[in-house]
């Protein structure tokens, strides 16, 4: 089976899994179902097979990162309505919430002239014990991977957002990868973080 095969059926499969999850959830969204869709809406071809939840090392955790910035929610927009990306296949929309994060440091990528980018949220999730929702005035760490029309989304619901408070991050995030760094400065991650991100690998699974 070559690369290409390998390819159509990953994104088969994740195709499956959102219909499938569209039927079931046509309101709000559990955590998987949004890393499903999160998986569909990159820039890159190949981040939604690099996606996964066994990766063994940062360096290929970061392979679908475009960006990791420390930010600040300046605004919550309105909720919008946005296209699955399924093509012909199925026509399917869900609401998120466009999020104008204020970029106070650059640890990976880059940032327009005016160093604000837009966060996406689901505007209804099913499950927020384990997804975290920003809310206005919160600091945080921000592991993003970018759409195809320049916005952000978290490279991962959990993995993607560490809260800051009082110089220590923490996240929802159950990964043996990250567990180390909860409770802890915000520089020892970040440091990692760039680290893995400037010697990113393709993942073993990919």
């Known amino acids: 089976m070559d690369f290409y095969e390998k390819k159509n059926i990953v994104v088969a499969s994740l195709t499956a899994a959102i219909v499938l999850g569209a ?3 046509q309101s709000s969204f559990g955590s998987k179902h949004i890393a499903n869709l999160i998986r569909t809406d990159h820039t890159d071809n190949h981040s939604s097979s690099a996606l996964v939840e066994n990766n063994n090392t940062l360096e290929e955790e970061m392979y679908a990162v475009n960006l990791i910035i420390r930010g600040k929610v300046e605004k919550i927009g309105e909720n919008v309505k946005r296209d699955a990306n399924l093509g012909n296949r199925a026509n399917y929309t869900y609401d998120v919430t466009p999020l104008t994060i204020k970029v106070n440091e650059v640890i990976y990528g880059e940032v327009p002239e005016n160093k604000e980018v837009t966060l996406l949220q689901f ?7 384990e997804i975290t929702m920003l809310n206005e005035g919160d600091e945080a760490l921000l592991i993003l991977s970018k759409t195809s029309d320049g916005n952000y989304w978290p490279y991962m619901p959990k993995e993607g957002i560490w809260l800051l408070k009082n110089g220590k991050i923490d996240s929802k995030t159950k990964h043996p990868l990250y567990q180390s760094f909860k409770g802890a400065s915000i520089n020892d991650l970040e440091k990692r973080l760039k680290q893995a991100a ?4 393709r993942p073993f699974t990919y």
């Open 23 to 25: 039927i079931f959830e």
């Open 123 to 129: 505007s209804k999730v099913t499950d927020s014990e």
């Open 198 to 201: 400037n010697n990113k690998i």
